[in-house]
């Protein structure tokens, strides 16, 4: 073929060898706008695997990098005062320039041809002019290209919210340092890195709305500098920072960092391919340092398809097919970590420890025990003190290191053994309300089975408040009976502390069993009950009942049933209740706009429409025991345009707090048929951290949380203080124990009766990790980590 790349980058450049390498028969010719050794920025960043991949795809390339790279294991956080430090992360560092230069070397070595000083206004005449067969558009993050043929390509181009700065110094680092200031306007932070034998990267960070009032936007460049040289002066130890943007002029200097996601990779001229790669195709924040490993990924995948595929559109579909999951993959990462920069506010009242450790994890890319992996002391340190500080927040005598799951919990004068709980699980299982002996069973099963506590499913303050005729309640005398034996159970064979929710169904009630067909309303229309709703609402279009408006009468009645099925709530013995105001059911119906159209007080601002639910919650309260705790659940996130959004969700947590809440517990969406949630695992926990640490009240994060890992890291980061777990104790009761000794965790208890299992999952899990060392030459303790890893 003939083979025109636009943009002299890393992605052009390297695919344009690994081309030439696979047939000297290409005629590949790369355009570059600069001069031959010009280039913009510092050092860039890689990891010790993107490494690896460059040595299987041109090892002569891959050695000269390697010869000029710096190489650090150790990552150093200093935030107020006190420095932590992180070992095993394998970082190198190399400057942006003499990675060009290898690589421009390298495709001249092969016969690429380099055409610099070209600005390529138009890719059409270029592609003629050299009668290509291929077009790459590797030209950046300002892709001309991209532009130019936006319908095809699809590209979201988001400016965000912070402002930064590249700048360089000949301060040696030892390790990757992050340092964060805090000022009379905000906080400042710095990302730092060495990138060769005597000069660093040296990028200060921070919000817009702090950048304005610090004045820099009036700043020249020379006065920015100062400025972040006095501001870091810790760090800098006397040395200056250097800027080599001069094009770049005053506030110009420091720029927005833009979010690019592009639907389409390919756009077709004809039989001329013209092909996004790099920059110009999808942007990583510079947090994790990802581009310049995108951008060469890119170039290893496309050479790889071109190499299996003859047929160009086969070899196009393949490389898109291949690398857009690796890209959203990373993608999903980086902004994971972008937004932690972009809001360091919301954990600044953390102390150094958990700080870092929150730092650390920012992207969910690095779990708890991949933290261990790369060093064990580190996490081991830390899992001491994070127990310390709770054994002291549970009032309890000085806890040895345990894994954060595993350390104490106390809210008023309930003092949980560990982190875990149990959702609250529809069961569809009672008869006329009451809760028979699969209740007892079911619920008695878990509270021996580890976890802290065991929610019941949500039981509903009258009859018409069920979801399902199945559905359990707290409405007559024979309901509180049953309920208070499978209580009385769980407090006399498990340490477990158990909870009841209560709820409304509200449009969503009077109908059938998920199995028999969820939301689905109840065959008969003379088995149908009326439902209420904050408005006039139909759940399932044209399908559902009709549920209508609630009149202030109702509002009086609904709130007494809510008290009366508390105070028969505490006479059956529960330790904890929660209200149930998520899931579009009676009070979220309330809270959301998308369901809420009143035009009195209880509609219209997000406190207005939340005055009924605060109303119930403030009556139940007061007639729940002072000494007992009370959570809420939210839905956090409606995914649907014009409905709750987390913003929202913190403001209504804070709401939901000067009311006298304890907890919340932090689900989303179920309000209308129209939301488009973005699964994937722990998808619910950054709500969870938003409203802990912006609305600063305790709360639970909940959904797909399926590991030890995962439930370790959430705590440990200080993103929620209990974790509930709800399908994988559906698969398995005994969830927390078998996690715990997944992990090597012996201290919790078992049940006596249940010692024998503990004996043989320990043989099984240690026969497991020996025959996979014998297989792997690792050592069983390392085989244990990577399965951690997954």
Known sequence: MNIVCIGGGPAGLYFSLLMKKQDPSHQITVVERNRPYDTFGWGVVFSDQTLGNLMNSDEATARAILQSFNHWDDIDVFFKGEKVTSGGHGFCGIGRKRLLNILQQRCEEL???????????????????????LVIASDGLNSRTRTRYADSYQPQI?????????????????????????????????????????????????PESVWRAAGLEDMSAEQSIAYCE???????????????????????????????????????????????????????????????????????ELARCFGQHKDAKAALAAYQSARAVEVIKLQSAARNSMEWFENVDRYTAMEAPQFAYSMLTRSQRLSHENLRLRDAAYVADYERWFAARAGEQAGLAPAKAAPPMFTPFKVRDVVLKNRIVVSPMAQYSAVDGVVGDYHLAHLGARALGGAAMVFAEMTCVSADARITPAC??????????????????????????????????????STRAMWDGIDQPLPGSQDNWPLVSASPQQYLAGVSQTARAMTLADMDRIEA???????????????WLELHCAHGYLLSSFISPLTNERGDEYGGSLENRC????????????????????????????????????????????????????????????VSKLEKPVYGRMFQTPFADRI???????????????????????????????????????????????????????AIAWPKQYVPAKQQLERNLERERQLAAANTGLTPQQVAAKLLEG
């Open 611 to 670: 005055r009924y639910p605060l109303r119930v919650f403030a009556a139940m309260r007061a007639a729940w025991p002072q000494h007992k705790p009370m959570s809420v659940r939210i839905s956090a996130h409606d995914w649907v345009e014009g409905g709750i959004t987390p913003d929202d969700a913190v403001h209504i947590a804070r709401l939901f707090k000067a009311a006298g809440a304890d907890m919340i517990d932090c689900s989303s969406g179920q």
């Open 692 to 746: 802990r640490n912006e609305a600063g009240i305790a709360a639970i994060a909940v959904g797909s949380i399926f590991e030890a890992d995962h439930a370790n890291g959430i705590i440990a980061a200080g993103r929620a203080d209990l974790c509930a777990v709800g399908r994988p104790h559906l698969a398995n009761p005994a969830w927390t124990l078998a996690e715990a000794a997944k992990i090597g965790y012996s």
């Open 158 to 206: 988001e400016a965000r919210q912070c402002r930064f700065v590249w700048l360089g110094t000949r301060k040696k680092f030892d390790a990757f340092t992050f340092a964060f200031k805090q000022t009379e306007h905000g906080w400042f932070q710095a990302h730092i890195y060495q990138y060769d034998g005597d000069t660093s990267t040296f990028i200060v960070e921070t």
């Open 111 to 133: 016969g690429v041809s380099l055409v610099f000083e070209t600005e390529v206004m138009d890719d059409q005449e270029i592609a003629a002019r050299y009668n290509t067969q």
């Open 472 to 509: 359990p309640g707290m409405y007559a005398p024979e309901h509180t009976q049953a309920w208070k034996r499978i209580v009385d159970f769980v407090h006399q064979h498990s340490d477990a502390k158990i909870a009841l929710q209560l709820g409304h169904a509200g449009a969503k009630g």
């Open 561 to 575: 049933d809510f008290v009366r099925a508390t105070q028969a709530a505490d006479a059956a013995g529960f330790d």
């Open 230 to 300: 006095q501001l870091f002066a810790e760090q800098l130890d006397g040395h200056e920072l250097m800027s080599n943007s001069a094009h770049l002029r005053g506030s110009g200097m420091w720029i927005k960092f833009p979010r690019i996601v592009c639907g389409q990779w390919v756009h077709w001229n004809g039989d001329v391919p013209v092909v996004l790669m790099g920059d110009a195709a999808h942007s990583a924040h510079y947090s994790i340092g990802s581009g310049t490993k995108l951008a060469l990924e890119d170039a290893i």
